[in-house]
Structures are given as structure tokens and as C-alpha cells.
């Protein structure tokens, strides 16, 4: 066990439907990473915020949004869901926001979106 | 761009045999470099790092080299187990004032009793 939690774990919906992904990071870990793993893909970074704020960008859709909260756990939105968006979707923490001791990134147990 | 190339994509090997996963990375700027090991349906867990001002890190059976100049990385497993067997991921840190991981593609491992 990591001590990164995800909620909920399996999601079902349908095309066009808007979801929420919950995380909360490590306890003492300020930095948040989202990632999105499709079948038999690597890990996509999506987009990391630290301490609230967002720090980096990676391909993420313009359909899909996040943000930190005061108590730093982290949401990740998608709507007009496609078809494509089906994936794992994984959140990880670290204690640092970048380079040196404390950026080690810890993964959550992840969430299956499944769009019929 | 940033990117990552991870070889093999498979290997299979034998019980006690050992397994080497090689990495080459394009950002010059990259200064971390850490393994994740994923088992089916399982989260990417961390298994070893290296950091750009180290060339090999050893950790029991699993050890990391680093070539900076030719931008390149490897992990080897000595030993290998059958509970090796999994999905490994090898990732550079992008360069900026980020965490961001760019990650290579996986290698599936499968050790053969």
C-alpha cells in the first residue's frame, strides 16, 4: 500500500457523460500527478499541481480538467466522454515539487473508467 | 520533444537467469531517473532510481546504470524469480521546475519456472 488512495475504483458510464476522479495524496505529500494508461499503453502524463497550484501540463484533452484542494487531495474531470477516453487513470504523490530528494512519486491503486 | 525509448517490449527468460531493460532518453536536461514494476491489474510500484550525479545504484538483486553522456539507462535483475514477472516501466524526469515523468513504453518480463 502506497498511502495514495483513489475513488472509486471501477467507474461504468456512457458516451457524453461528465465523471470525477478523486485522490488523496500521501500523508505530507504535496504534489499530485495524474496519468492516463490505455490497453497496452505506457503511462501518459496528464497533469501534476503542487500545493494547490498546477505546475505542469502533458497532453491532456481541453474536455478534461483538475484541481488541488486546501486539504490537497486532487479531482480530475472528464466530460463529453468518448469512447477513447476508456483507460486506467492513476494519481501519484511525491513530497517535492520537482528535481531532488522528496520528488520520488508514489501511485495510487487507480481507477478504471470504462465509456460504453 | 521529450520522449523516452524502452527495448525490449518482451523477454522472457529462464529461472536464475538475469534480465536487462534498456532505456534511452532524448532530454539532455533530465536529472532523475526512476523503475516502476506493474503487476496485472496493480499500480505502478517504484522499485529503484537513479539520480543523474550517480552511474549505477544496487539494491539486492536489482541495479540501475546510467550513462549521461550517451543518454541512456538500464535496469538489471541478477536471479530472477518468477514473481519477477510483470510489466517494467522505465521514466526520465522532464526538465523545468516539475515533477512531470515521461515514461517508456514497458517491458513485459516473464520468468519461466
Known amino acids: 500500500d502506497s498511502g495514495v488512495t483513489q475513488t472509486p475504483k471501477h467507474l461504468i458510464t456512457a458516451t457524453g457523460q461528465r465523471v470525477t476522479l478523486r485522490c488523496s495524496p500521501r500523508s505530507g505529500d504535496l504534489s499530485v500527478y495524474w496519468y492516463q494508461q490505455s490497453l497496452d499503453q505506457g503511462l501518459q502524463f496528464l497533469i501534476q499541481y503542487y500545493n494547490g497550484e498546477e505546475r505542469a501540463k502533458g497532453n491532456i484533452l481541453e474536455r478534461f480538467s483538475a484541481q488541488q484542494f486546501p486539504d490537497l487531495h486532487s479531482e480530475l474531470n472528464l466530460s463529453s466522454l468518448e469512447l477513447g477516453d476508456s483507460a486506467l487513470y492513476f494519481c501519484?504523490?511525491?513530497?517535492?515539487?520537482?528535481?531532488?530528494?522528496?520528488?520520488?512519486?508514489?501511485f495510487g491503486p487507480g481507477t478504471r473508467l470504462t465509456v460504453l | 520533444g521529450e520522449n523516452v525509448e524502452q527495448h525490449p517490449s518482451t523477454l522472457s527468460v529462464q529461472e536464475g537467469d538475469s534480465a536487462v531493460i534498456k532505456c534511452t532518453y532524448s532530454d539532455s536536461a533530465s536529472n532523475y531517473f526512476p523503475w516502476y514494476k506493474q503487476e496485472l491489474g496493480k499500480r505502478p510500484q517504484l522499485i529503484i532510481d537513479?539520480?543523474?550525479?550517480?552511474g549505477e545504484k544496487k539494491d539486492q538483486r536489482i541495479a540501475v546504470t546510467l550513462n549521461k553522456t550517451a543518454k541512456h539507462f538500464s535496469l538489471h535483475i541478477t536471479e530472477t524469480q518468477p514473481e519477477d514477472s510483470a510489466v517494467y516501466f522505465c521514466?526520465?524526469?522532464?526538465?523545468?521546475?516539475?515533477?512531470?515523468?515521461?515514461f517508456g513504453q514497458g517491458t513485459t518480463l516473464q520468468v519461466k519456472p
Open positions: 537513479i539520480r543523474s550525479n550517480v
Open positions: 521514466a526520465a524526469s522532464s526538465s523545468g521546475n516539475t515533477g512531470k515523468l515521461i
Open positions: 501519484a504523490s511525491s513530497v517535492a515539487l520537482a528535481g531532488g530528494p522528496g520528488n520520488e512519486q508514489f
